[in-house]
């Protein structure tokens, strides 16, 4: 199985921030990577898609970039809603399997 | 609009049994794949299960195998998930996902599944 790793597991940012996380893959995904938000007792929603595109509807300031088998998430001027465990999943081969998230707090 | 009701969840002794369902609507349900992921408490996601839009194909991840199984009735437009043999690491909420090219674009709510004795 590849296996998806997310750093760093945390970070304390404050609203206005230029944020950048990474997730890395145990081989070659191409571009077959995708990013969620998940706020504390919701559901997941779906962020970016096939490394770099954004699904409809997420604002602009999110943007992914990378293939094979590093990626990052990048959230431009963060707002308070933007605090949240990000995650990332790859797609390439079955299972499909999450990284562990990276949590944005507050700082 | 697309909606996912994530359902069945609940109360269930070790190596009992446990269907979840998930009603879809808003979108052409047979054109697309579904997934269940779940997440345990205090945890991260776990991917469980994949089947395709006909119902013909199936994937599941190895923790799973051989007690669970994904199912789908197209006429009604709802996604299963039976669950036997269960034991205390399957404690989680469960998410059904309308999939979209490999990765879920929309979730259901998640219902939650507690085995304990």
């Known amino acids: 199985d590849i296996q998806m790793t997310q750093s760093p597991s945390s970070l304390s940012a404050s609203v206005g921030d230029r944020v950048t996380f990474t997730c890395r893959a145990s081989?070659?995904?191409?571009?077959?990577l995708a990013w969620f938000q998940q706020k504390p007792g919701k559901a997941p929603k779906s962020l970016i898609y096939a490394a770099s595109s954004l699904q409809s509807g997420v604002p602009s300031r999110f943007s992914g970039s990378g293939s094979g088998t590093a990626f990052t998430l990048t959230i431009s001027n963060l707002q308070p809603e933007d605090f949240a465990t990000y995650y990332c999943q790859h797609y390439n081969s079955y299972p499909f399997i999450f990284g562990p998230g990276t949590k944005v707090d507050i700082k | 609009e697309v909606q996912l009701l994530d359902s069945g969840g609940g109360l269930v002794q070790p190596g009992g049994s446990l269907r979840l369902s998930c009603a879809a609507s808003g979108f052409t349900f047979n054109s697309y794949p579904m997934s269940w992921v779940r997440q345990a408490p205090g945890k991260g996601l776990e991917w469980v299960s994949l089947?395709?839009?006909?119902?013909?194909?199936?994937y599941y991840v190895d923790s799973v195998k051989g007690r669970f199984t994904i199912s789908r009735d197209n006429s009604k437009n709802t996604l299963y998930l039976q669950m036997n043999s269960l034991r205390a690491e399957d404690t989680a909420v469960y998410y059904c996902?309308?999939?979209?090219?490999?990765?879920?674009?929309?979730w259901g709510q998640g219902t939650l599944v507690t085995v304990s004795s």
């Open positions: 089947i395709s839009g006909s119902g013909g194909n199936t």
């Open positions: 996902a309308k999939d979209c090219g490999g990765h879920g674009d929309y």
């Open positions: 081989q070659d995904i191409s571009n077959y």
